[in-house]
């Protein structure tokens, strides 16, 4: 384990917050200019990602464990966000015959 935290500690913590706030950035603008709903989860699981790579940089980076426990709960409601999400367009599938968000509005069945 001692090695491990050395290997990570030689990389400086400033490429891992770069690293992380580009894939965030990229997240970001893909949640917000794209309209099919299956790219919008996966821009937002890339944004917890970003986050959970910087968590567990400053984790190892100074020796201290609680960042990695916040890893492990973001990735716990990542999946939940993920089944939720699924059986979500997966009706959206059914009633609609398509997964563009814009048709998440509606209120009512009326076409």
């Known amino acids: 384990m001692e090695k491990i935290i050395n290997v990570i500690q030689i990389v ?6 770069y690293l992380s706030l580009i894939l965030f950035a990229i997240g970001v603008i893909g949640a917000l200019l794209r309209r099919n709903s299956i790219i919008v ?3 937002i699981e890339l944004m917890l990602n970003a986050a959970n790579l910087l968590l567990a940089a400053f984790s ?3 020796a201290d464990a ?3 426990v ?3 709960f973001i990735m716990v409601v990542a999946a939940a966000e993920v089944a939720v999400g699924l059986a979500i ?3 959206m ?3 609609n015959n398509s997964l563009d968000i814009n048709l998440l509005n509606r ?3 009326n076409q």
């Open 41 to 43: 989860l996966m821009c």
């Open 66 to 68: 609680s960042g990695q």
């Open 12 to 17: 400086p913590i400033q490429h891992y917050i």
């Open 107 to 109: 209120l009512s069945d």
């Open 89 to 91: 367009l997966v009706m």
């Open 70 to 72: 916040f890893v492990f």
């Open 60 to 62: 190892a980076y100074y």
């Open 93 to 95: 599938k059914r009633n």
